[in-house]
């Protein structure tokens, strides 16, 4: 039986937003709450994404699943919104079961100490921080609304972390496109993921300028096989969209 690409899933995370809030301090803006369903083509099977973000306050919270089969995956991340615009990190769980392997997280962020634990590690020594460090999700989040506030800007920066180790993902501007998807015709921002000069892997994903830079496709190339995840519907503030 094929094994799901994990890293497409999580690649796929890639934007949310929350209910209608006033222009941040640095002029970065948080938007509308949103639904949205993906659908990937992985191995030659096809797997529904759902993710959603809703907000009370200045809190907020994001949930993704998907499942095919025996493989399944969650992942929710509490946020706090802070008045310059940055997201901070509360929690962070990850459940993944995929042949009979599983792959938990549940991550407490303690930014009086500025460090991060697993509650289901205890044994394991809390990771030193230095903020603004996110999540596997929540950096997703940050990239859309730093790409909304700055939509000339050709370069993003973020460091994330499992609770072992921290990560630098960043991502270059390659193109403004128009590509079709199930919701139809989508006006695009492109950008690829700068993996070092030698990685076998190639990410590229494109934002929908007008659905407030939702997630429209993601594409991961690894040994000159493709594997996609696209848009099939979304739902702003309740209403459904659509493309052009």
């Known amino acids: 039986m094929p094994v799901f690409s994990h890293a497409l899933l999580h690649g796929a995370a890639l934007l949310l937003a929350v209910t209608s809030l006033p222009m941040f301090a640095q002029g970065n803006p948080v938007t509308d709450s949103y639904t949205a369903e993906y659908q990937a083509e992985i191995k030659g099977l096809n ?50 079961r995929n042949l009979g392997e599983r792959h938990n997280r549940d991550l407490v962020f303690d930014w ?22 996110f999540d596997k999700v929540s950096y997703q989040e940050q990239f859309r609304l730093d790409l909304m506030a700055n939509p000339s800007q050709t370069r993003f920066e973020y460091y994330t972390t499992d609770g072992e180790t921290t990560k630098l993902y960043a991502f270059d501007k390659v193109a403004e496109e128009i590509i079709n998807t199930p919701l139809g015709e989508l006006s695009t ?3 690829k993921r700068d993996r070092g ?8 994903i ?3 300028k007008d659905l407030g830079y939702l997630l429209a496709q993601l594409d991961q190339i690894k040994d000159g096989k493709l594997e996609r995840l696209v848009l099939r519907n979304a739902s702003i503030n309740g209403k459904k969209v659509s493309g052009r």
């Open 197 to 204: 000069p030698n990685s076998s892997r190639e990410t590229y």
């Open 189 to 191: 921002v492109k950008f």
């Open 47 to 96: 797997v529904r994404m759902h993710r959603s973000f809703t907000v009370a306050g200045n809190h907020a919270k994001i949930e993704m699943n998907a499942q095919k089969l025996i493989f399944k995956i969650s992942e929710s991340s509490e946020l706090e919104i802070q008045q310059d615009g940055v997201l901070r990190v509360q929690t962070y769980t990850h459940n993944r």
């Open 112 to 133: 009086r100490t500025n460090t991060v634990s697993d509650t289901l590690r205890p044994d394991q020594d809390a990771l030193a921080l230095q903020f603004p460090v």
């Open 206 to 208: 494109w934002f929908a």
